[in-house]
């Protein structure tokens, strides 16, 4: 069964016992904390390589290397080989950023038109440090943390990639003609 395959077979509303105590980024604020073992979560939606699940009244996203921990096969670390070209390196970038969803969405950041630029600098050492220029679908949206963290996190599995900046930006304002077709399609909205 493929990565995705596996996160489908989870649906919405579904119960698990958590198998032991993971590592989850608390939605909204993008901290993260640890939830015990044997706690009941819920899945509210599994989408690109993370779970989001409720848990005591609050929303945690679940990161696909701990998978395990919901009763399913770890999602090994996204990276690349230590000799690959920056054009290998952007593209790693972009496809992490692809598999990121806000956890109340069911479109990834890129397709959604939340991502308006991505910036690679090559440090002496030969280490990259990732600036990420991304908006929210509205200025009092709370899920920028998560969001965030999320992308950092995947895209830090490369070991070229010392750091990762967000930045969040309004101007030029989000709107709907900046989402994918797909998205839209997805979405309900053509």
């Not at 044997?38 to 996203?61: C, H, N, P, W």
Request: charged share 25%; with cysteine; aromatic share 6%.
């Amino acid at each position: 069964m493929s990565d995705i395959e596996q996160i489908a077979t989870l649906h919405k509303g579904q119960e698990l016992p958590l198998q032991r105590d993971v590592a989850a980024i608390s939605i909204p604020f993008g901290k993260t904390v640890t939830l015990p073992e044997d706690s009941i979560v819920s899945v509210m939606q599994a989408k690109g390589s993370t779970v989001s699940v409720g848990f005591e009244g609050r929303l945690y996203l679940i990161e696909g290397a701990n998978l395990d921990a919901l009763g399913l096969e770890a999602l090994p670390r996204p990276t690349l080989p230590e000799d690959a070209s920056d054009d290998e390196i952007e593209q790693f970038v972009w496809d992490q950023l692809r598999t990121c969803f806000d956890p109340e969405i069911p479109v990834n950041i890129v397709d959604l038109g939340l991502v308006y630029g991505c910036r690679i600098e090559r440090l002496i050492s030969g280490e990259r440090i990732v600036t990420i220029r991304m908006t929210l679908t509205a200025p009092g949206c709370g899920m920028g943390d998560v969001i965030a963290a999320d992308a950092r996190n995947k895209i830090l599995g490369a070991p070229q990639i010392s750091k990762v900046h967000t930045e969040i930006v309004f101007d030029p304002p989000w709107s709907r003609e900046m989402m994918s077709d797909e998205a839209k399609l997805e979405l309900g909205m053509f």
